[in-house]
């Protein structure tokens, strides 16, 4: 029977053969299990296998399965759509959040964040390819929200995130990825201090890293397939 353990093993060599595939150097790539709808005791097996980063899409489900795991070493990150009304548990649980698109929760989010814990890292949610059902902000205004973003005291700036709509075809992955990729290389000409692309998921993850991608999001190939989900 394949275990969590295994599937983390085989996403790691995944990320590894595309590395050498792209000329990029062994452990440039960050994996993030997506452990959304998968209780305490999936976390708890992939920690033992040695991940330490878990991305959680429902704020509140995520909330409870911390309680549950007080006191492991962990590294919360938020992927899913940041409502107005749950900034503060946002800001108050996690330690990153990858789905920014608007100033008025980036403003929100460094308001709410205790000072007893550090900045929250933050990755911009772009809209790349215009998809009609996905969440983020439009590259031609990514630049102003970068900057709204980088002036924030509780905020740390780290980069973009992007969730292309599905493409089966590699060539197309690759496509829009680039362009990711370009803009995110344009915004640290024009002076932003950024060092993280979260790109790439378990279907697309070869593309996105061949694009330069520093962080990939997988759940479906570490923990199965997904229950249904939980409200947010």
């Given at each position: 029977m394949t275990t969590i353990r295994d599937n983390l093993q085989s996403v790691s060599t995944r990320i590894d053969v595309a590395c050498a595939a792209a000329g990029r150097a062994p452990g440039s790539v960050?994996?993030?299990?997506?452990?959304?709808?998968?209780?305490?005791?999936?976390?708890?097996?992939?920690?033992a296998a040695g991940q330490r980063a878990f991305g959680e899409n429902y704020i509140q489900e995520a909330v409870e399965k911390m309680a549950a795991l007080d006191g492991l070493d962990a590294e919360w990150h938020c992927?899913?759509?940041v409502q107005s009304n749950k900034?503060?548990?946002v800001a108050t649980h996690f330690d990153w959040v990858h789905s920014v698109d608007r100033v008025k929760v980036a403003q929100r989010l460094s308001e709410q964040r205790p000072n007893g814990l550090p900045p929250l890292q933050?990755?911009?949610?772009?809209?790349?390819d215009a998809g009609p059902n996905k969440a983020g902000v439009e590259p031609a205004?990514?630049?102003?929200?970068?900057?709204?973003?980088?002036l924030l005291p509780?905020?740390?700036?780290?980069?973009?995130?992007?969730?292309?709509?599905?493409?089966?075809?590699?060539?197309?992955?690759?496509?829009?990825?680039?362009?990711?990729?370009?803009?995110?290389?344009?915004?640290?000409?024009?002076?932003?201090?950024?060092?993280?692309?979260?790109?790439?998921?378990?279907?697309?993850?070869?593309?996105?890293?061949?694009?330069?991608?520093?962080?990939?999001?997988?759940?479906?190939?570490?923990?199965?397939?997904?229950?249904?989900?939980?409200?947010?």
């Open positions: 960050r994996l993030l299990a997506v452990s959304k709808t998968f209780g305490p005791d999936a976390v708890r097996e992939a920690h992927i899913g759509p900034t503060r548990l933050v990755c911009l949610q772009v809209n790349m205004q990514a630049a102003d929200l970068a900057r709204a973003v980088a509780r905020l740390k700036l780290r980069g973009l995130m992007s969730i292309p709509e599905p493409a089966s075809d590699p060539a197309a992955q690759l496509a829009v990825h680039r362009q990711t990729r370009a803009l995110f290389d344009a915004l640290r000409a024009a002076g932003l201090e950024m060092d993280t692309l979260s790109m790439g998921m378990t279907a697309d993850l070869e593309a996105a890293i061949h694009a330069g991608s520093t962080m990939v999001r997988v759940g479906t190939a570490i923990f199965g397939s997904r229950a249904r989900p939980a409200a947010s």
